[in-house]
């Protein structure tokens, strides 16, 4: 949750200058191509004509720059301003390539569609807030130049190359939910299930209260869902990400948190304390199976890396809560 409270006070897009514009452009297409690249070094043994695929769209990345860089050149001079992604408020975000390991065809195919997406969302952001004919055109262009890339599954000969319109939308639209309500919703699952682990077990084994123990653990779900819930809408308007309404993440993020937190502070409306405690561990288990779940089926994480991080995260915040309890 921190992260994100440190993400909303990035530069908003709005603010941004039509040299700043340029300059993050730049520096974009330049990340773009280096990934690219990589994605090339990582294919050329088992798939050396894949990997060439990606070596063109290297270079048309590396066009795309040095034409950037001339039109900045030309309207503001030689110093170009130092701004990344990091530092613009629902800006796309690119994982390193090492994250994205081993590589696959269909697995690299799917990251580079989607940074095609991203480039073109927003070049023609960008283009709407120039006033500079040129800068406008060129904008245009490249926004454009992105739209219009060949099929990735076409040049790389995927097997679904000739998928049919309702396919590709089926595939939009999943792509669309999961941005929307699958990410914000497992964040804020996460968080209300990990987070409220220490203060409600802490409460339950300090005061042996089972109705002391609600009340703070209704209190911390229902606290971590409203912060969750704003800091999710306010961090990204969703204009430049693609990811959405941020009404409709602030309220998927929101509502899992509490719901993540209240799961396990239910029981406590029992009032013997060890039947209470029995049955909110036993949630505490089916939350974290849920989260690794979808995890594993909405975000493609490896089923053993997700049970690892979600069990072993959730174990430790459980035995600080235990441990803070009986001091």
């Known amino acids: 949750m921190l992260s994100r409270f440190l993400s909303a006070g990035r530069r908003p897009f709005s603010s941004l200058t039509e040299q700043e514009i340029l300059a993050l452009a730049i520096s974009s297409e330049e990340d773009d191509s280096r990934i690219y690249l990589a994605y090339a070094d990582g ?45 613009v408020r629902g800006y796309y975000e690119r994982k390193p390539d090492w994250l994205v390991r081993p590589f696959g065809v269909e697995k690299v195919r799917a990251m580079a569609e989607l940074m095609e997406q991203q480039a073109a969302r927003f070049y023609t952001q960008a283009a709407k807030r120039a006033e500079d004919a040129d800068t406008r055109k060129l904008l245009g262009d490249l926004a454009i130049a992105e739209s219009a890339h060949e099929s990735l599954a076409r040049r790389l000969g995927a097997k679904h190359a000739g998928e049919d319109v309702q396919a590709e939308e089926a595939k939009t639209e999943r792509r669309q939910f999961i941005l929307t309500f699958v990410q914000p919703g497992l964040a804020g699952l996460m968080d209300g299930s990990v987070s409220t682990l220490a203060p409600i077990f802490a409460a339950a084994f300090a005061t042996g209260d089972t109705w002391q123990t609600f009340l703070v653990g209704l209190s911390a779900s229902v606290g971590a869902g409203i912060s969750m819930g704003f800091t999710e809408a306010a961090h990204d308007d969703g204009v430049i990400s693609g990811r959405g309404s941020p009404l409709k993440r602030g309220l998927a993020s929101g509502i899992m948190t509490t719901i993540g937190g209240l799961g396990h502070a ?62």
């Open 43 to 87: 294919l050329r043994d088992p798939f050396p004509d894949s990997a060439k695929v990606f070596e063109d769209m290297a270079a048309e990345e590396s066009e795309h720059r040095r034409r950037l860089i001339e039109l900045h050149k030309k309207r503001f001079g030689d110093r170009i301003p130092l701004i990344r992604r990091e530092h």
């Open 266 to 327: 239910l029981p406590y409306l029992i009032n013997d304390f060890w039947t209470a405690t029995s049955i909110a561990s036993v949630i505490v288990v089916v939350e974290l199976f849920a989260i690794t779940w979808i995890q594993n089926h909405y975000m493609e994480t490896p089923w053993l890396r997700a049970a690892f991080q979600v069990v072993l995260g959730g174990a430790l915040v459980f035995a600080a809560g235990v441990l803070i309890g009986n001091a």
